[in-house]
């Protein structure tokens, strides 16, 4: 709503964004159809094929929805050309969005996650968390949220984080959770590096995996980005916060706990969270200590059923990262002063 | 269209006779076990398999009686064309010599009725020339060219399109030894085998590496680059790891361990002492293996040269394995048996399979019991 509506007073008239999952490209359709903008959006590859019905709810508030890498840029036609069966990715989608805004009059690009300004706005959840607590007069021992770019996480944790850093809550422990596929906070590297994986983004400071690492397409298809926002990386890097990661099936089986258990089923990105808090709550019975456990349950699973269906199925391959072997073959690579 | 117009068939009637009156094989033993009681169930299997294929314009070329012919009137295909008349009782030499008509008369595809010997038999003519598939009747079945059940062997014969195929090891077992409870094991060949296009089935959605070629060499390129100066690889068999000695452009043993350093083969089919002798003391090294045969073993099919004290040499923390996504959804669990159980026990409960450039899997190592 507020990239919306701000572009809106500036005049102007089209946005152009990439999605993973689908829920910022539905959320930006929403916002630009109620202020009577164009948008177009880029969805991964491999979200696009697993959500279909993700497309139809941004065609319902009026977007036009491709699917990434298209061949309606020069970036996703080059991707194309060197793998045709890629699975598409955050870091590939955000290189059209950035081409198509670049290349059309009176459009501009709005990003999803990674930016400053995208978790300044995101933080209201962490926020309204902080002060439904303080209603009950209760305060979190543990913050845990999914990270793909960032914005999640920052959006639930950043307050949390202002409170450990001015002294108010020094003990508040705040986790990020990622997937063992794309494990950027806890396995990439603190450098510069670009947003996107064309290159046409300003180069940013944060934990990477490279810009043109592609992750396996797990069905958590909002935690696929090679990055992160340079002020969680900050955090995780000062730490001031954690971060973790966890297999696809481990974390469908917390899923399926949580839905049996509260009747929700969550997205696979939120079920990172989940197990995560499962986790923390297992530790505390273990250890008899009583904690407050704030975990931000993101999204619900209701286009998520067909990676449901590969879990029963036993279909759901543990995706993993090869740390060493990928260090060992970067050290190799002519080094670029 | 499918991919497959004309097809060889080759049933192995003593196959699996031994195992219901607990023979371990049937190698050389097909009298005692009919003395013994056992039925034959080849020509039933592979009736069962057949069926499903009746109607559909294909063209059967086989060997005379119970060698195929009377599978293939039985499944309702009645006008396939006896290239071969084997002896009474068929041997190993009448399987070998019905492939070799089959690959005169240009079939598309060999398709046999067997166990592992069969399996050998139909690969020692056949190798890579033309695809081979395998309806599961032996005693024993390690090798990776056996459909899951004979539903599947229509499923993949009657796919539409061109042929996708995977490389498949023929795995032998020593029957003798078995049968002394040893068990021992030679990788004896590797051959072509068909995919069924559903085998991937939910996660179909889900883009992988489909074609077997392609992920390995992506696997090949990725171990290639990330190979250190002055450390020692040795590459196990299969085609996976081959794939690794084709992009350094040296030229390895299919079915043996060959040992790589700087980017140079310094050693081929290596033994035991050969092993031994160029780990010499604490020579960094890493283990480099495929995922070998159906039920996922990494170490103990194929590898006997890799002694637990070779591999305690190089410590089991330096091992990497490699496996196709294909591969990996075909094989629910992976196997080590070095045998050395507590050797085994500390290559820790998953392994982590590298399968493609930069990508990996874990996958649970051992018995089928909840994580």
């Excluded at chain 1, 590297?189 to 797990?218: K, N, Q, R, S, W």
């Excluded at chain 2, 010499?280 to 070998?292: K, N, P, Q, T, Y």
Aim: proline fraction near 6%.
């Amino acid at each position: 709503m507020p990239q919306a509506y701000y572009n809106r007073e500036a005049g102007i008239e089209r946005l152009a964004t990439e999605t993973g999952a689908g829920q910022w490209g539905s959320a930006l359709a929403f916002a630009t159809s109620h202020f009577e903008m164009d948008c177009t959006v880029y969805m991964v590859r491999a979200s696009y094929e697993q959500k279909p019905y993700r497309k139809m709810m941004m065609q319902v508030w009026g977007a036009d929805c491709h699917s990434s890498p298209s061949t309606l840029t020069a970036s996703g036609r080059a991707m194309l050309e060197k793998d045709p069966d890629t699975t598409g990715s955050l870091g590939i989608a955000i290189s059209e969005a950035v081409e198509d805004a670049a290349t059309h009059a009176n459009t501009n690009y709005a990003l999803g996650s990674v930016l400053n300004h995208v978790c300044l706005h995101q933080s209201v959840i962490g926020l309204e968390a902080r002060e439904q607590l303080a209603s009950v007069d209760d305060y979190p021992d543990v913050v845990i949220a999914c990270v793909g770019g960032g914005s999640n996480f920052a959006g639930t944790a950043f307050p949390f984080a202002g409170d450990k850093l001015t002294g108010k809550h020094p003990d508040v422990d705040i986790i990020g959770v990622e997937p063992a596929a794309c494990p950027t906070l806890t396995k990439g590297l603190y450098a510069y590096d670009y947003g996107d994986e064309a290159g046409l983004t300003p180069m940013l400071m944060m934990y990477t995996l490279g810009h043109d690492f592609v992750p396996p397409a797990i069905h958590a298809g909002g935690l696929r980005y090679h990055g992160d926002s340079p002020i969680v990386s900050k955090l995780v890097k000062d730490g001031v916060a954690r971060a973790v990661s966890l297999y696809q099936n481990e974390v469908f089986e917390a899923a399926q706990t949580f839905a049996r258990t509260e009747g929700i089923i969550p997205a696979p990105e939120a079920a990172h969270a989940i197990r995560t808090a499962i986790d923390v709550a297992l530790e505390c019975r273990k250890t008899g200590e009583a904690k407050t456990i704030l975990f931000n349950n993101s999204g619900h699973g209701h286009f998520d059923l067909a990676s449901y269906e590969a879990y029963y199925a036993g279909n759901l391959p543990d995706y993993d990262y090869p740390e060493e072997l990928i260090r060992d073959a970067l050290s190799r690579l002519p080094k670029v002063a | 269209m499918p991919a497959f117009r004309t097809i060889g068939l080759v049933v192995n009637p003593f196959a699996g006779l031994g195992g219901r009156v607990g023979l371990k094989g049937t190698d050389g033993l097909a009298d005692r076990a009919l003395a013994l009681g056992a039925e034959p169930l080849a020509p039933a299997r592979a009736a069962m398999a057949l069926a499903p294929l009746a109607g559909h314009g294909l063209r059967f070329v086989t060997a005379s009686g119970k060698m195929g012919e009377e599978a293939l009137a039985r499944a309702g295909i009645p006008d396939s064309a006896c290239v071969y008349g084997p002896g009474v009782p068929s041997t190993a030499a009448d399987t070998r010599a019905a492939c070799r008509a089959f690959l005169d008369d240009g079939v598309d595809l060999v398709l046999f009725c067997g166990g592992d010997g069969t399996a050998r038999d139909v690969a020692d003519v056949v190798g890579t020339d033309v695809p081979v598939l395998g309806i599961p009747a032996g005693v024993k079945m390690y090798s990776s060219v056996f459909a899951l059940d004979p539903g599947t062997v229509a499923r993949v014969v009657l796919a539409d399109g061109p042929a996708r195929l995977a490389d498949a090891e023929v795995i032998d077992v020593d029957e003798e030894a078995y049968r002394a409870n040893d068990f021992r094991t030679v990788l004896h060949a590797i051959v072509r085998t068909p995919s069924a296009p559903g085998l991937v089935q939910a996660s179909k959605r889900v883009f992988e590496e489909a074609d077997e070629d392609r992920a390995r060499a992506a696997i090949g390129a990725f171990i290639a680059d990330a190979m250190r100066p002055g450390v020692l690889y040795l590459l196990g068999p299969g085609t996976t790891t081959g794939a690794v000695a084709e992009r350094l452009g040296v030229n390895a043993t299919l079915l043996g361990f060959d040992a790589v350093l700087d980017g140079r083969l310094v050693g081929a089919d290596l033994a035991e002492t050969d092993l031994l002798a160029l780990l010499g003391d604490g020579r960094e090294a890493r283990l480099v293996l495929s995922v070998i045969g159906a039920q996922g073993f990494v170490l103990g099919r194929g590898t006997q040269v890799v002694t637990p004290a070779v591999i305690r040499r190089i410590g089991p923390e330096h091992l990497i394995v490699l496996g196709t996504p294909g591969k990996l959804a075909r094989t629910p669990r992976l196997h080590v048996d070095t045998g050395d159980p507590a050797l085994d026990r500390a290559f820790g409960p998953y392994l982590r399979v590298v399968t493609g450039y930069g990508t990996a899997q874990r996958k649970r190592v051992g018995a089928d019991t909840p994580a």
